[in-house]
């Protein structure tokens, strides 16, 4: 009987824990699932300013919390996403759109890594035309045991 | 000549790393650039702090500059900012305005009655609303408004003795010079 009480007594306590981490994931009344769905997936293409290196889906920071809210408030308004993330570039820069749009001054950033690649696509290519250029002369001179010698690296 | 590309090549990165060292450390890397610098400042309208029932809009403080500071009593730099802004605020030249961010009204008087009040105009927005409008997202932030109703300085972060000399007080001196 002892041990009946005391499980069910852990049994309410672990249901309470449960409702108060339900709590915290403040559920918003979404009226579809596909509306909630695209709030999932705007939410997780912008930048929490305060963490700086979460979502504001992921980030339970309370200013994400506050722009979430205001992220569901603008699509209850009928905004687009490229208005609500138009709204929050606005207020907040660029900073906070994880993929930054291609513009001038983020053309480094774009093309940066392509440029570093041609620069030393061109290298090895000088490297390699100088390194043929200069054994094959000796190639016919040299003798087969040269040869593999040479062949070392 | 060639042996020495791969070592040109080398100082060459090693200034790239040596200038992402030194680039980073001379600013605040969590300080997001605020795209309302040199815009007018966003529209609100907030209840005083001690008197709920008046409001102050942004049309209601136009004609004169101000510093916005934005704190709360839950935010610890914020105390660690005040005895710097208090001890500045008679000599600034513009008129300082609190804006108590996302705070229990009785938390908020409860701090400036332990940490002194050198605001001449303080408003209060609990929800944190209309700071979305003016980007906040962390407190202390502080804006300087001019006599047009345009943000031409913010700072992220507590007001500093160096920030106060470096940055605020030559932003004051640049406003235009209009009658105060």
């Known amino acids: 009987m002892r041990a009946l009480l005391r499980s069910l007594l852990l049994a309410t306590l672990l249901l309470c824990a449960g409702a108060a981490l339900a709590q915290a994931i403040e559920p918003l009344p979404f009226k579809d699932h596909a509306e909630e769905v695209r709030y999932q997936h705007l939410t997780a293409q912008l930048r929490c300013p305060m963490c700086q290196n979460e979502t504001l889906a992921d980030s339970n920071a309370p200013i994400a919390r506050d722009l979430r809210n205001q992220i569901f408030q603008l699509m209850q308004h009928g905004q687009t996403d490229a208005q609500i993330k138009q709204y929050l570039v606005d207020r907040y820069s660029e900073f906070v759109l994880y993929d930054p749009p291609v513009a001038r001054n983020t053309w480094l950033l774009w093309f940066g890594p392509l440029l570093i690649l041609l620069v030393g696509a061109a290298a090895v290519v000088a490297t390699i035309r100088k390194r043929s250029r200069s054994v094959t002369p000796s190639m016919s001179a040299a003798t087969p045991t040269a040869l593999d010698e040479g062949d070392d690296w | 000549m060639s042996r020495l590309i791969p070592f040109i090549g080398f100082l060459l990165l ?10 980073n450390t001379g600013h605040d890397q969590t300080a997001i650039p605020s795209p309302l610098i040199n815009k007018p400042a966003p529209d609100f309208k907030l209840p005083l702090l001690y008197e709920p029932t008046q409001t102050v809009t942004r049309e209601s403080l136009l004609g004169k500059p101000y510093l916005l500071n934005v704190f709360a009593s839950w935010c610890i730099e914020c105390g660690v900012e005040h005895p710097v802004l208090q001890a500045a605020a008679p000599t600034l030249g513009v008129a300082l305005v609190g804006y108590n961010y996302k705070d229990a009204p009785d938390d908020a008087k409860a701090w400036l009655a332990t940490h002194g ?29 001019d006599a047009h109703g345009v943000i031409r300085y913010k700072h992220i972060g507590p007001i500093t003795p160096e920030v106060l000399d470096n940055e605020l007080k030559p932003a004051i001196a640049a406003l235009p010079q209009e009658p105060r």
């Open chain 2, 14 to 23: 090693a200034g790239l790393l040596g200038f992402g060292i030194w680039w």
């Open chain 2, 117 to 145: 009040n050198p605001y001449s105009l303080l408003m209060a927005d609990t929800s944190g609303q209309t700071a979305i409008d003016f980007g906040v997202y962390a407190a202390p932030e502080s804006f300087l408004v």
